[in-house]
């Protein structure tokens, strides 16, 4: 495959600074077809399904997709807004307000850019839009906290494939992971502790992670052992002991083994053992989304009531809360250590005077 058509190297031009906030992905509209155009590219990467590709191509496009696009697709009716779907709204309002965030820390000279690794905006696309800009060093944010090859590795695939084919690449830093990071945790220790500030406080603290397989742990990714750790390094902030939270995981699909305890038998099992209450919350999702608005907040909240629990709290995603909006500024400062992101205030008051001859020329334009 031949290079990508490229901007002329321009020589002694300023090159900038951009961080990309890459999460799942989304369909464009919660409709059968956009559905099925999402769950086919989502399902047809091999590092989320690793069965052989001649297999899978007939199972997922003969079976999965012809039933599964319309079952999704009103699950995701459930739970979408005006502004859209929620884990778009969410990334964006991250993506908005860490850029803001970062020039009150004093990095005026960076960019905050989000893409999704299946659906729009699509990584390849907002690559080539920050070259076209100019950037010429990108720090790749995952919005997994947890590392997994099913997941960030998968990023790593879609940021290298794109590159293959352009001749001028740019400095690149890839974040791994984050699960232990202080500013992490303590961001979700706030989110908790502001639900039980609200509502009390109830019998048990479910942490639901998304599952994989089990033989993903066997084959060496370290998923489970990071969720493990996110679970107690926050049970220790929260002063919380082992018998009162517990690490779960949800999204089970097929028949293989994945990872266990599974979230939906564990809060029926609490139920039935006369648990009246439990608070849920999912620390892998930074942003709300299907699994967390649908899955849990509604599918797993029934099987607790069914099988006798009184009370079932959802504690919401980070979003855009502030403790997470610093805490990813912290994390992304380790990762713009060296790039020249900082502007002298002179620099600054330069940008504000060419953005306002800018403005009021595009006025005089316009009238």
């Known amino acids: 495959m031949p290079f990508r058509k490229e901007p002329p190297h321009t020589h002694g031009a300023v090159s900038r600074s951009a961080i990309v906030l890459v999460n799942l992905g989304t369909p464009d509209e919660p409709t059968r077809a956009k559905v099925h155009t999402y769950l086919k590219q989502f399902l047809s990467d091999p590092r989320v399904v690793e069965i052989p590709a001649r297999i899978w191509w007939f199972i997922l496009n003969l079976f999965i997709l012809p039933f599964r696009s319309g079952q999704s697709a009103a699950k995701y009716r459930t739970i979408w807004t005006r502004e859209g779907s929620p884990l778009r709204v969410?990334?964006?309002?991250?993506?908005?307000?860490?850029?803001?965030?970062?020039?009150?820390?004093?990095?005026?000279?960076?960019?905050?850019?989000?893409?999704?690794?299946?659906?729009?905006?699509?990584?390849?696309?907002?690559?080539?839009?920050?070259?076209?800009?100019?950037?010429?060093?990108?720090?790749?944010?995952?919005?997994?906290?947890?590392?997994?090859?099913?997941?960030?590795?998968?990023?790593?695939?879609?940021?290298?494939?794109?590159?293959?084919?352009?001749?001028?690449?740019?400095?690149?830093?890839?974040?791994?992971?984050?699960?232990?990071?202080?500013?992490?945790?303590?961001?979700?220790?706030?989110?908790?502790?502001?639900?039980?500030?609200?509502?009390?406080?109830?019998?048990?603290?479910?942490?639901?992670?998304?599952?994989?397989?089990?033989?993903?742990?066997?084959?060496?990714?370290?998923?489970?052992?990071?969720?493990?750790?996110?679970?107690?390094?926050?049970?220790?902030?929260?002063?919380?002991?082992?018998?009162?939270?517990?690490?779960?995981?949800?999204s089970r699909f097929g028949k293989a083994e994945w990872l266990q305890p599974y979230t939906a038998p564990t809060v029926q099992e609490l139920a039935r053992a006369g648990v009246e209450r439990i608070d849920v919350m999912c620390p892998g999702f930074t942003s709300d989304c299907l699994e967390t608005l649908e899955e849990i907040s509604m599918e797993v909240r029934h099987d607790f009531e069914t099988a006798g629990g009184k009370e079932f709290h959802y504690i919401p995603c980070l979003n855009a809360s502030p403790a997470w909006i610093v805490g990813m500024a912290e994390i992304a400062e380790q990762h713009l250590i060296g790039w020249p992101t900082i502007l002298t205030p002179a620099q600054v008051e330069a940008r504000r005077q060419d953005a306002q001859i800018g403005a009021a020329n595009a006025a005089r334009l316009g009238a």
């Open 90 to 250: 969410f990334t964006a309002q991250q993506a908005v307000k860490l850029q803001a965030m970062l020039a009150e820390r004093g990095h005026h000279d960076v960019q905050v850019a989000m893409a999704m690794r299946y659906g729009s905006p699509a990584l390849p696309d907002v690559l080539d839009r920050l070259k076209e800009e100019g950037v010429d060093r990108i720090a790749i944010l995952p919005s997994y906290p947890q590392y997994s090859g099913t997941t960030t590795a998968s990023i790593w695939d879609a940021v290298f494939n794109h590159y293959k084919h352009v001749r001028n690449i740019p400095e690149l830093r890839l974040v791994k992971h984050y699960h232990d990071h202080e500013a992490y945790i303590e961001a979700l220790r706030a989110n908790v502790q502001a639900h039980w500030d609200a509502h009390g406080r109830g019998q048990k603290l479910v942490l639901s992670f998304h599952g994989t397989p089990k033989r993903t742990l066997e084959l060496g990714d370290p998923y489970f052992c990071e969720c493990q750790k996110t679970g107690r390094l926050l049970a220790a902030a929260l002063g919380l002991g082992p018998d009162e939270y517990l690490v779960t995981f949800q």
